[in-house]
């Protein structure tokens, strides 16, 4: 609630051409009168950039005609029957009070209005802020038309462009040569951000060997996330794909040819392919680079990129937007592994590694295994042979058991969760007993449980049939995960 007011306050004096409504403290009565065309309702879009303090937040309306008016709404809360502004004659949005308007303006000839405010540094990151497109049409004034209202976390202020040296970011993922839809509107590449904290690309300048764009909107790659930048941003036209950013014109050759991100005269990232020599080339398939391999410099190199083999939308192969398996096929397979070789994963992307002594957050393991499936395994340190495996789908795999002793079954194993107790698995029909650590000892060898402790993986009992292991340094425990 404190939040909310001092954003309130702070735009209602003004950073930029803000209206100065005052916060409505009750709604009124509506006097409006719902329109008899039930498409009006649903054909306006409103789109909202990433918010965070100090952000420019771009505001577009989709679906408005030539000439009529646009307002935008604003509110730190929602509901389905919220109070009206007289301004807006009476028409009531789906926002509580207080709210105020944000932005108003006329929708241009190819029927978008859009609009762009800088939001406040004082905004509480984390919090909740609503919008909401309210259009003026015919002669009657205000109508019901309105869009659905967008709701936006504000998120940390990212890292701007302006601050990345080399390695901040990685090229990983390029489809040169598309094959379902034409070059012009289908190629596109991904980016990866390393490090902990978002980035802003705006600023940001694409070049290859004879074309350059400069991003010149707000574009957020999370921490350790993936944006996709395209030459076309219509779904209906770039072959399915859902892009960060749509930079027009700079086309990627299909032999020989460079993409390369530069912050002013520093180089962020470059790859240089060839016309399948070192870097394979397939029509109608994106080059990836082996997700166990994600570097600025080694991706300079052919041998670790690989084709990719699964579709999207259009039908050709490429995963725009998700991170990539490892090179090669996803080892797959139904209940338990034992001395399973690293060798033979193949696809599957390492995502956690630490040892029986380490501690590491969930969420944080979570986000970074962020591939359909997980994969539970340990060794002894640094061995290449994994002592026991088994995955599922993450749901199965981060089924919570709470601490019972009551298995989850997928894939043939037993699978166990908990954020405060312990997570394993054990051989399909074996039962568990959790102290907190699954204790039981027949089929030894085919169970893994690791401790948790307030959202952590703490310590760990087990490895196979190797048992005392908490505040082991010498035993690893790893998660793989992989898109099937
Ligand atoms: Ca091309
Ligand atoms: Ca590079
Ligand atoms: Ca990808």
């Keep these: 609630m404190t939040a909310r007011i001092a954003l309130i306050s702070l735009w209602a004096s003004g950073c930029t051409a803000i ?101 406040p540094w004082s905004v509480s990151v984390g919090s909740d802020i609503y919008f909401q497109a309210v259009l003026v049409r015919g002669d009657t004034g205000f109508d019901w038309l309105k869009s659905e209202v967008a709701e936006v976390e504000v998120i ?25 839809v034409a070059s012009e509107a289908g190629e596109w590449f991904e980016v990866y951000n390393p490090n902990s904290k978002g980035v802003d690309l705006d600023g940001l300048m694409l070049s290859t060997a004879t074309a350059t764009v400069v991003v010149d909107e707000t574009v957020v790659i999370p921490g350790r996330g993936v944006a996709v930048l395209a030459s076309h941003g219509s779904i209906a036209a770039n072959g399915g794909i859902d892009v960060d950013y749509a930079y027009g014109s700079l086309p990627l050759d299909d032999l020989w040819g460079e993409l390369q991100l530069w912050n002013g005269g520093t180089l962020v990232d470059g790859v240089a392919w060839d016309d399948g020599t070192e870097f394979e080339d397939v029509a109608g398939a994106s080059k990836y680079l082996d997700g166990n391999i ?44 034992t001395d399973l070789r690293l060798s033979e994963l193949g696809g599957w992307r390492r995502c956690f590694k ?41 749901e199965h795999v981060l089924y919570d058991t709470d601490t019972s002793n009551i298995t989850h079954r997928a894939n043939g194993v037993e699978w166990y969760f908990d954020q405060s107790w312990s997570w394993g698995f054990a051989d399909e029909g074996s039962t568990v007993y959790r102290n907190s650590c699954d204790t ?41 995960t992989a898109d099937l």
């Design 19 to 119: 209206q100065a409504d005052a916060p409505l403290a009750e709604p009124p009565a509506t006097s409006a009168t719902p329109s008899a065309d039930p498409l009006w309702r649903s054909e306006l879009t409103l789109e909202v950039s990433p918010a965070f303090p100090g952000a420019t937040v771009e505001f577009e309306v989709l679906g408005a005609g030539a000439g009529e008016e646009v307002y935008i709404a604003r509110s730190g809360a929602r509901t389905g029957a919220g109070p009206c502004l007289g301004t807006m004659d009476g028409l009531c949005l789906d926002l509580r009070s207080p709210l105020t308007v944000q932005a108003s303006g006329t929708v241009e000839a190819d029927g978008v209005y859009r609009v762009s405010q800088t939001l």
């Design 156 to 180: 940390e202020t990212p890292r701007s462009a302006s601050d990345l040296r080399a390695g901040d970011l990685v090229i990983t993922e390029i489809m040169v040569r598309p094959a379902a």
């Design 294 to 337: 994600v570097d600025a410099d080694r991706n300079d190199l052919g041998e670790h990129w690989c084709t990719s083999d699964k579709t999207y939308a259009s039908g050709d192969y490429g995963t725009p937007g998700v991170r990539n398996n490892g090179c090669g096929p996803v080892l797959e397979f139904t209940g338990v592994l």
């Design 354 to 394: 630490g040892t029986y002594a380490n501690s590491k957050d969930l969420d944080v393991i979570a986000a970074n295994c962020d591939g359909s499936h997980l994969l539970l395994t340990c060794r002894k340190k640094d061995d290449t042979v994994l002592t026991v495996a088994a995955y599922a789908g993450r």
């Design 440 to 480: 039981e000892s027949g089929d030894a060898e085919q169970r893994l449980c690791w401790h948790t402790s307030a959202s952590r993986v703490t310590g760990g009992w087990r490895c196979g049939s190797t048992t005392s292991l908490n505040s082991s340094s010498d035993w690893e425990r790893l998660v793989y």
